[in-house]
């Protein structure tokens, strides 16, 4: 019983905080925070070191209206050479939100790669919830994408 309630009572606040991003967020399509995407994390160093690395404003690129960091010059310069490899899908945005059809900010170690995809969530217990319908959420956010990218 007790294990029911908090299972119910953590499904309440993610939505209730996804509600509060959905109704917050910008019209940006890349999720910047602290004016770098991604939180200043490098989008590529979770492909090459399986692990969320903060980037430097040394290694800086601009791409979709947005700045992004690197913690090198050699994933600076892989990301240019292909960005639509290394650079999250939907933005960076919330994963879990957007298959939901909103967009919601995420956290650096709230991560997955999936088909040689980057998707971040909003933080690890959001994670866990998408992970439980991966493929369907993917399928849904995807749908949900084009019509919410550039919406508030």
């Known amino acids: 019983m007790k294990k029911t309630l908090l299972i119910a009572g953590s499904l309440v606040l993610v939505i209730a905080l996804a509600f509060f991003f959905y109704l917050n967020s ?10 770098a995407a991604i939180n200043g994390y490098d989008p590529v160093a979770y492909f090459t070191e399986q692990k969320p690395v903060k980037g430097s404003k040394d290694f800086s690129y601009n791409y979709k209206k947005a700045t992004w960091h690197f913690s090198s010059q050699q994933n600076m310069d892989l990301f ?7 650079a999250p899908k939907y933005g960076g945005y919330c994963a879990y939100g957007l298959s939901n059809g909103y967009k919601a900010p995420t956290e650096a170690d709230a991560w997955s790669i999936v088909d040689e995809k980057l998707y971040l969530n909003y933080n690890t217990e959001v994670r866990e919830e998408w992970n439980k319908e991966q493929k369907q959420r993917i399928i849904n956010a995807d749908q949900n994408w084009p019509v919410v990218k550039t919406k508030e």
Request: proline content about 6%; glycine content about 12%; cysteine-free.
């Open 26 to 35: 910008g019209k940006a399509e890349i999720f910047i925070k602290d004016g």
């Open 80 to 86: 240019k050479a292909n960005p639509d490899k290394y």
